[in-house]
T-cell receptor, first 113, second 110 residues
């Protein structure tokens, strides 16, 4: 099936550092979504992107919809311990008349003091 | 302000047993879906529904059945549980703004 490739797979950073991660696909997407999952919880939507080239912020998080529509980037500035978790990108794949939301394999973020 | 509610949160089954994972949403979304999450594999789509009475298969549908008799409810049934179905299961309810997830059901099949 369709794959969304996320990198890096995991990151260990110090508190206060900036974080960058990305998501790429071999197919074009019309929407990119970024989620965060805390341990033992379901994923929570962070940012939604709907237009190629769009740059959207949510507090210390900034995400960009790549111009080629085959990639997206998520940046976290000045990381804090509560940023720990798994970050997923996702995008809808149109099949017939419905869309299936496909997820990347995730980037696991660890923040050390 | 419940959002998406999944029950149970934890379940242990013996191989061959059947059970139903419940999912309910109060956001009046037409689109609902079930995912399973395994280590290193992200979230994989099992089944989805675009409205009451309409369901379709996702990426990993084998061993699971679904039905959608109302907009609010989307149960997932395991007819004969297998150890390979040990996983964390998430139900999601989707609007244009994205998918909203329940807290998950951690299922162990022994």
């Amino acid at each position: 099936g369709q794959q969304l490739n996320q990198s890096p797979q995991s990151m260990f950073i110090q508190e206060g550092e900036d974080v960058s991660m990305n998501c790429t696909s071999s197919s074009i997407f019309n929407t990119w979504l970024w989620y965060k999952q805390d341990p033992g919880e379901g994923p929570v939507l962070l940012i939604a992107l709907y237009k190629a080239g769009e740059l959207t912020s949510n507090g210390r998080l900034t995400a960009q919809f790549g111009i080629t529509r085959k990639d997206s980037f998520l940046n976290i500035s000045a990381s804090i311990p509560s940023d720990v978790g798994i970050y997923f990108c996702a995008g809808p794949i149109l099949t017939g008349t419905a869309s299936k939301l496909t997820f990347g394999t995730g980037t696991r973020l660890q923040v050390t003091l | 302000n419940a959002g998406v509610t999944q029950t149970p949160k934890f379940q242990v089954l013996k191989t061959g047993q059947s059970m139903t994972l419940q999912c309910a949403q109060d956001m009046n979304h037409e689109y609902m879906s079930w995912y399973r999450q395994d280590p290193g594999m992200g979230l994989r789509l099992i089944h989805y529904s675009v409205g009451a009475g309409i369901t379709d298969q996702g990426e990993v549908p084998n061993g699971y059945n679904v039905s959608r008799s109302t907009t609010e409810d989307f149960p997932l049934r395991l007819l004969s549980a297998a150890p390979s179905q040990t996983s964390v299961y998430f139900c999601a309810s989707t609007s244009r703004g994205g998918a909203f997830f329940g807290q998950g059901t951690r299922l162990t099949v022994v």
